[in-house]
């Protein structure tokens, strides 16, 4: 899972620049090719997601790689009071900015430009994080996903969507280690006792769509 693709093979730009410049250049028409490409099926999988969220009646919800922000305005139907939309491309925020406004939403939605792999909030701050189909545009995929736990409560939940089976379970595998990795340094840190994996599981739980009654090939893997 280390191997770096960009979206401009001949560009000298490094990965995130080449995903942003990508998505400002297609984001006044992202929402209906979105729609084409997916067949309808991405308002399924949001639908989903939605149901999932609700679940954890959260206060604080940040969704990473939000785009036009579909996800974020969806999340208004739950109990959360701040929802954040963080993206690396400004056209596709502008565009979420519209709706936002649309839906006189703006009051509960913030979007927010910035990087996945550096996020601008505190520890432990969200209930709930989101990432639909984002993380194969990080740069480093292992800072990404420790970022995301950092930012995360430690009775959060974190929801990604992923199309590729095999690339879902290897993150899920990935960020198995890490949540390890960041338990043991953190519990060092107090008492010199660690908290195993299952322990913790019962905070934040893994699942896979094999769980659910849908047959496509989407990975929706709460708190990767």
Same mark, same amino acid.
């Given at each position: 899972? /280390?191997e770096?693709?960009?979206?401009?093979?001949d560009?000298? %730009?490094? %990965?995130?620049?080449?995903? $942003?410049q990508?998505f400002?250049?297609? /984001?006044?028409?992202?929402?209906?090719l979105?729609?084409?490409i997916?067949? !309808?099926t991405?308002a399924?999988?949001?639908?989903?997601?939605?149901?999932?969220?609700?679940?954890?009646?959260p206060?604080?919800? =940040?969704?990473?790689?939000t785009?036009?922000?579909? =996800?974020?305005?969806?999340? $208004?139907?739950?109990?959360a +009071?701040?929802?954040? !939309? *963080?993206?690396?491309s400004?056209?596709?925020?502008d565009?979420?900015?519209?709706?936002?406004?649309?839906k006189? *939403?703006d009051?509960k939605?913030?979007?927010v430009?910035?990087?996945g792999e %550096?996020?601008p909030?505190?520890?432990?701050?969200?209930?709930?994080?989101?990432?639909?189909?984002?993380?194969?545009?990080?740069?480093n995929?292992?800072?990404? *996903?420790s970022?995301?736990l950092r930012?995360?409560?430690?009775?959060?939940?974190l +929801?990604i969507?992923s199309?590729?089976? =095999?690339? $879902?379970? $290897? *993150?899920?595998?990935?960020?198995?280690?890490l949540?390890r990795?960041r338990e043991?340094?953190?519990?060092? !840190?107090?008492?010199?006792?660690?908290?195993?994996l299952e322990?913790?599981?019962?905070?934040? +739980?893994?699942?896979?769509?094999?769980?659910?009654?849908d047959?496509?090939?989407?990975?929706?893997?709460p708190?990767?």
């Amino acid at each position: 899972m /280390s191997e770096t693709i960009k979206p401009y093979q001949d560009s000298e %730009k490094g %990965k995130k620049e080449q995903v $942003a410049q990508m998505f400002d250049t297609i /984001s006044e028409n992202y929402d209906g090719l979105n729609k084409i490409i997916s067949l !309808g099926t991405d308002a399924t999988w949001k639908k989903k997601i939605l149901q999932m969220v609700k679940l954890q009646h959260p206060t604080l919800i =940040l969704d990473i790689a939000t785009g036009t922000g579909d =996800l974020a305005i969806l999340f $208004a139907e739950t109990t959360a +009071t701040e929802i954040i !939309g *963080l993206d690396i491309s400004q056209g596709m925020l502008d565009m979420g900015k519209k709706k936002i406004s649309e839906k006189n *939403l703006d009051s509960k939605i913030q979007m927010v430009l910035g990087d996945g792999e %550096k996020i601008p909030y505190t520890d432990n701050y969200f209930d709930v994080i989101t990432v639909a189909y984002g993380v194969r545009n990080f740069e480093n995929l292992e800072k990404g *996903l420790s970022e995301i736990l950092r930012v995360l409560k430690p009775n959060g939940k974190l +929801t990604i969507v992923s199309d590729n089976r =095999l690339y $879902a379970h $290897a *993150l899920v595998s990935t960020v198995e280690q890490l949540n390890r990795e960041r338990e043991r340094s953190y519990f060092r !840190g107090v008492d010199d006792n660690d908290m195993d994996l299952e322990e913790h599981s019962n905070r934040n +739980t893994t699942k896979n769509d094999s769980e659910s009654d849908d047959s496509d090939d989407q990975q929706v893997i709460p708190k990767i």
